[in-house]
């Protein structure tokens, strides 16, 4: 009875009834049916995207929008699937398909996944540019991933043991790979995991019996260069043309259809401008 009495003589209503400027704004946003970071784009995933060309189209998008920030973390396609069932990104890029169990995680928290392709990727076999080689056939890189090739000589190169480098387990890349090349067999126990493309080239250029795989835009790296595979050599045209065998779509991954400033940097990703920095950094266009 005390409290009620207090509260009858209160003159103004308590402080947290009185909601911040900050908190207000949040509000407001609320109600307009707008998210309150609509300025600020959250992509999270894969580094075949996220090392080059997501940064690059975002650059662009900002040059026109000057008032949007973006943050893009590159740490593999599992990451950026991860992070649209979990909310924590507005888009996830994936050089990959998401996987069933994903998909199921995704239906049972409520979050409609859905897939956009950007572009097309082929992931090249490289190696040191002092390697005789030119080309091999699938099932020759299939032997030398899973370890049953183990020096070059075996495949017609100069004698020495082969050092592999893959990408890291949550790379799409490193799951797309074992299904294109490897039949779906386990890496050899011997292979080196690398964060990303970028880092896989650097290994191979350094390393005279090295072998490794990148996206088409790591190809020109210094040091390196590319194999042919069963006779096709990792090319835009070849991918276009549907001639190279370990071509693959990249994706956008969202939680229905996006909204706001990020379905703007979708449709920017998509439209013409964005398809021809996709094309110049080395990915084939879907337009």
């Known amino acids: 009875m005390k409290s009620r009495g207090l509260l009858k003589k209160s003159p103004t209503?308590?402080?947290?009834?009185?909601?911040?400027?900050?908190?207000?704004?949040?509000?407001?946003?609320?109600a307009a049916g707008i998210p309150a970071s609509a300025g600020k784009i959250v992509i999270r995933g894969s580094d075949t995207l996220g090392a080059k060309l997501v940064p690059m189209l975002a650059e662009q998008y900002r040059a026109a929008k000057p008032g949007?920030?973006?943050?893009?973390?590159?740490?593999?396609?599992?990451?950026?699937?991860?992070?649209?069932?979990?909310?924590?990104?507005?888009?996830?890029?994936?050089?990959?398909?998401?996987?069933?169990?994903?998909?199921?995680?995704?239906?049972?928290?409520?979050?409609?996944?859905?897939?956009?392709?950007?572009?097309?990727?082929?992931?090249?076999?490289i190696v040191n540019a002092g390697n005789p080689l030119a080309g091999l056939t699938r099932r020759q890189i299939e032997q030398i991933f899973?370890?049953?090739?183990?020096?070059?000589s075996a495949v017609g190169g100069k004698p020495g043991k082969i050092s592999i480098y893959t990408r890291n387990t949550s790379s799409g890349t490193y799951a797309d790979f074992k299904q294109l090349a490897m039949?779906?067999?386990?890496?050899?126990?011997?292979?080196?995991?690398?964060?990303?493309?970028?880092?896989?080239?650097a290994e191979v250029a350094?390393?005279?019996?090295?072998?490794?795989?990148?996206?088409?835009?790591?190809?020109?790296?210094?040091?390196?260069?590319?194999?042919?595979?069963?006779?096709?050599?990792?090319?835009?045209?070849?991918?276009?043309?549907?001639?190279?065998?370990?071509?693959?779509?990249?994706?956008?991954y969202t939680n229905g259809q996006p909204s706001g400033e990020a379905a703007a940097f979708v449709a920017f990703t998509l439209g013409e401008e964005g398809q021809r920095i996709a094309e110049k950094i080395g990915f084939v266009p879907v337009r």
């Open 68 to 125: 949007v920030t973006f943050e893009i973390a590159a740490e593999g396609s599992t990451t950026g699937i991860a992070a649209i069932i979990d909310g924590t990104a507005q888009i996830g890029m994936s050089s990959r398909s998401a996987k069933s169990t994903e998909m199921s995680a995704a239906s049972a928290k409520g979050v409609d996944m859905r897939a956009t392709i950007v572009a097309y990727d082929g992931i090249g076999i």
């Open 13 to 30: 209503p308590p402080a947290f009834f009185l909601p911040s400027p900050r908190i207000l704004a949040f509000i407001l946003a609320l």
């Open 183 to 201: 039949r779906k067999r386990d890496y050899a126990r011997s292979s080196q995991k690398m964060a990303g493309n970028e880092q896989i080239a």
């Open 206 to 252: 350094r390393n005279p019996n090295g072998i490794g795989y990148v996206g088409l835009a790591y190809l020109g790296s210094p040091g390196i260069k590319a194999l042919s595979a069963d006779g096709a050599l990792p090319t835009k045209q070849a991918v276009l043309d549907k001639k190279y065998p370990l071509a693959r779509p990249t994706f956008y």
């Open 146 to 152: 899973t370890g049953d090739i183990t020096d070059w």
